[in-house]
């Protein structure tokens, strides 16, 4: 009467049957390194990285900002400098006139005293091819002059009549800052090379007070941006201890929520630190679940025994087979759920329907040789689920429907990419199962035909694996061949 009973494991992972697994799987070696219990690697700390690129950006800003602020500064001092002397050049040439030898001499003297003072720093002088260097030493004067009885080594291929200015050095070792001006006076024929000097003593000394400022100001301020570096990242970072201090009152106080208020930047780690949290209280409580019912499940066979044995029963060897198989499919039926369990804590897998579905019919295509299997379907669906419990959950199926079958199964793959869940029919040419008892297989050791082996735990695995996994597993008529539907629905990838 009836076609389908659930066999106790699918045939690809029986050991027994002669046939090799399908697939394994492996932990990956980050796995292990963190099952060995040692504390997870770290990357360095994020307060050492905010402070290192602080202190970089800090020191490239005021590098760049301090230089391009002494060019600044000192080319403004040299400018006030150089203008200074220009003004000293303008009056130098004003004063000046052809005699009537043919010779430069000044009207007026220059009003600077400077200029009157032997090596003060500041001299003039006006030259001519051809002629002696008219110094201010050579005017006929009671006073002394600055530049005496030497001259300045000046350019002789000026000819340009706006000032050029340059730096010469006057024995002994003075750097003189020059401006040089040629100039046609009238009623000479001669290009007359007219030049103030001034000591750069004096304009060396400013720019290195200012450059003195600018240094322990720069200096003052990268300490004061550094201590504000260092002051921000200990604020900004502030949530962080907030969430260590909220997770170390988890393991002490035995909460399993953060409720700290916290900034909007954190709050989402936050939520999915909760989630965490909830996500690792629901798998323990699903293991002592399984662990109670478990317990629960080999307490009555257990006890059989026990009383069987004490009372030296005669049948005492078949009470021990009977029992044994009972108590082998609750550990059976146990231990898939938690593989289950446990693989889908690991997160969100994808696997190929198509692909599990052909390994699985190779398997059972070995158990059962004369069967005929047809898979179609899309190529490209994939769900969300591990590939060991997909293989699972269709060699059961598939083994079912082969075994229980007239000798054809079919297995078709929805082709909808845009549906959320995923639909796999399998379906076979048996006698079928009447609509009132379909429901009675989905009881665990529940067997509609006791001709042929298994333990009726097969079709209460599928059911709860899927259902871990978001998924669940619909009986019903197959339409083309007249036998056993299974519709097995799994959240798709």
Known sequence: MASV????????SRAGDGIAPVATSTAPAGDAAIAGGGPPPHTGSISRRMLLIAAGWILILLA?????????????????????????????????????????????????????????????????????DFTSGSLVTDNSRSLWDSTLDIRDDVIAEEPIYYDIVKEPDERVRIVQRSVRLPGSEK????????????????????????GWSFAVLGIGLFLMAMLQTWYGLGPLRRIRRAIARIRTTGTNRVTDPLPLEVQPMVEELNALLAHSDRQAEEARTHAGNLAHALKTPLTVLTNAASAHSADL????????????RQVDHHLARARAVGRRAIGLSRTNVLASAEAVERAVSRLYPHARFDIAGSAAAEVAIEKQDLEELLGNL????????????????????????????????????????????FTRGARLDTEKP?????????????GIYGGSVELGESEDLGGLLVKLILPRA
């Open 5 to 12: 009973t659930a066999s106790t494991t699918p045939p690809i």
């Open 64 to 132: 760049v900002g301090g230089f391009a602020l002494d060019r600044a500064i000192s080319n403004l001092i040299r400018g006030q400098f150089d203008d200074q002397l220009e003004l000293s050049l303008t009056a130098l040439i004003v004063s000046s006139e052809i005699d009537p030898l043919g010779d430069v001499r000044l009207n007026r003297g220059l009003g600077d005293q400077r200029f009157l003072e032997p090596n003060s720093g500041f001299y003039w002088q006006i030259s001519a091819e051809g002629r002696e």
């Open 191 to 214: 290009q007359w090379q007219f030049v103030v000097g001034g000591s750069r003593a004096e304009l060396d000394a400013q720019i290195s007070e200012v450059r003195s400022i600018l």
């Open 317 to 328: 060897d078949q009470t021990v087979l009977r029992e044994a198989a009972t108590m082998r």
């Open 398 to 441: 598939i083994e079912n429907a082969a075994k229980y079958g007239g000798g054809s199964v079919f297995v078709t793959v929805d082709a909808d990419p845009e549906a959320e869940l995923c639909t796999i029919w399998i379906e076979d040419d048996g006698e079928g199962i009447p609509a009132a008892k379909r429901g009675d297989l």
């Open 454 to 466: 298994g333990t009726g735990l097969g079709l209460a695995i599928v059911r709860d694996v899927a």
